[in-house]
């Protein structure tokens, strides 16, 4: 079958338009392998593909190599480059914050008005901003969204998710990273027949909108639906699936915590056959559902595993977690069966990610470890108190170095190049 040539001149001229925007067409094209462009990481799973990393930290713990302080919120860190990007709240001021990875300097910064409210926490934001070629993306909780540039923090443009596309905020309001998926900007929007929301990531204008389920707070998460490109949303009371060609709803499933505090990002696996679903609070537990046919099919449930602030992570056909109940028990649990085969108390309502064979674990207390994520029992390689203070914000690895935070808005960045 021949190719007209009108047809590969139009092809090259869409790419060309889409490589002069900085626009991903679907993916993470233009990140590094050891870029962490937004929330959960390179492949939305809470995993580093970075393996030569220092582990072996000794009684000193980690070089530290820069700290500062950003403002109160629990957002955590996107790095693309040599360029960190997180964000505060001071003064009823909101700001986006890019620094140098190397030495801490601070190369732009883009200050917004947002009255600060604790919101039973320390308050201040809560969405970790999203990376996408050359744009920064970033959600305030009251639901100003703005697209910035990367290499300066100059706005593109901007919008306002109650003002402008009816928004419903939820009790603590938006914590969701905006999710750029498909040639989209997918939002979880609330509000009555825009509840997840498609924006065109060039203009703020709105593609499509679907749905009136109130919004949670856990980020939307790309995945393929028996050969669609989709999303996982997960509402206040339930997780739903969307197509992203054109935003029909493909499947809803009900969910119901206490508070309707869906706060986790669920975790794909199986080459999007199966999806890991976890939660908090009254009602808490987790459970592996079967997604490859028309309705989910739930293959166990685990009651144990309630996660509150954090996500969890899967290496090597193993669930680990931090659950918020009983003083915060690092778990971990079989993918296949969902039975639960060690567990260790006293980290609170923590976070974690994972890098090759390796868990790190912030605690809730500040104190970083490096476990190995091992079936067979807890094994503690290194720790560190690295913060103080209140703590639920997701640590990163990237470039060989670890950034923390803690709710008050203090970062510390810690060398753990090979």
Known sequence: MKTSQKSINRGRVLMAAAAAAGLHLGGAERAGAEDWPHFRGPNYDGASVEKDWNVNWGDAGPKTAWKTSVGKGAASFVVQGNQVVTTGNSNDTDTVWCFNLDTGNVLWRYDYPCDFEKRSFEGGTSATPTIAGSFVYNLSYDGQLQCLSLAAGKVVWKQHLVKDFGGDLARWKYAGSPLLAGGLLIIDNG????????????????????????????????????????????????????????????????????????????????????????????????????????????????????????????????????????????????????????????????????????????????????????????????????????????????????????????????????
């Open 191 to 418: 509000g009555n027949g825009n509840s997840t929301l498609a924006l065109d990531p060039k203009t703020g204008k709105r593609i499509w909108g679907v749905g009136s389920q109130g919004a949670g707070y856990a980020s939307p998460i790309p995945f393929r639906s028996r050969g669609k490109a989709a999303a996982l949303v997960f509402k206040g009371k339930s997780m739903v699936a969307v197509d992203l060609d054109g935003g029909k709803e493909l499947w809803n499933l009900p969910w119901e915590t206490s508070y309707d505090v869906n706060a986790s990002s669920p975790t794909v696996l199986d080459r999007g056959n199966k999806v890991l679903i976890s939660s908090g609070y009254g009602g808490g537990r987790a459970a592996l559902f079967d997604v490859s046919g028309a309705r989910p099919r739930q293959i166990w449930r685990n009651d144990s595993i309630k996660t509150k602030m954090s996500s969890c992570v899967v290496v090597d056909g193993f669930i680990y977690a931090v659950s918020g109940d009983n003083d915060g028990n690092l778990s971990c649990t079989r993918v296949s069966d969902g039975k639960t085969q060690w567990e260790r108390k006293g980290y609170g309502f923590g976070t974690l990610m994972a890098a090759g064979d390796k868990l790190l674990v912030l605690s809730e207390k500040g104190t970083l470890s490096v476990v190995r994520a091992d079936p067979k029992g807890f094994q503690e390689i290194s720790q560190a108190q690295v913060l103080g203070k209140r703590c639920w914000v997701m640590p990163v690895l990237a470039h060989g170095r670890i950034l923390c935070k803690n709710n008050e808005g203090d970062v510390v960045c810690l060398d753990v190049r090979g």
